[in-house]
């Protein structure tokens, strides 16, 4: 069966890193885009980051533009999320998936295969 699996979250100070991997099993998913979306208490699931299938083509939101960093290795059939300078804001559960529908990159509901997330809590 299908299977993702989402590791490297943590406990970080404002303005550490952390770098999340999300691996995948069963299935082979190098001509899907994958995404991140993260989810506050309280908040809505939000779109964080995708990267395409061959990995050369990446998206993020604005609010994670310039500090995060979202690639993938096809011969692991693992994506990566590589968080730097990480603030308050940012403390979330993170997880991955992987798109299956087509329409827009950051709408949750165009993904399957969602993993069972990874904390990641930012301290000030």
């Known amino acids: 069966q299908a299977q993702l699996v989402e590791s490297g979250g943590g406990l970080v100070q404002a303005g550490g890193s952390l770098r999340l991997s999300c691996a995948a099993s069963g299935r082979t998913f190098s001509n899907n885009y994958m995404g991140w979306f993260r989810q506050a208490p309280g908040k809505e699931r939000e779109f964080v980051a995708t990267?395409?299938?061959?990995?050369?083509?990446?998206n993020y939101a604005d609010s994670v533009k310039g500090r995060f960093t979202c690639s993938r290795d096809n011969a692991k059939n693992t994506v990566y999320l590589q968080m730097n300078n990480l603030k308050p804001e940012d403390t979330a559960v993170y997880y991955c998936?992987?798109?299956?529908?087509?329409?827009?990159?950051?709408?949750?509901?165009?993904?399957?295969?969602w993993g069972q997330g990874t904390q990641v809590t930012v301290s000030s």
């Open positions: 990267v395409s299938g061959n990995g050369y083509s990446t």
């Open positions: 998936a992987v798109k299956t529908k087509s329409g827009s990159y950051s709408t949750a509901t165009l993904y399957d295969y």
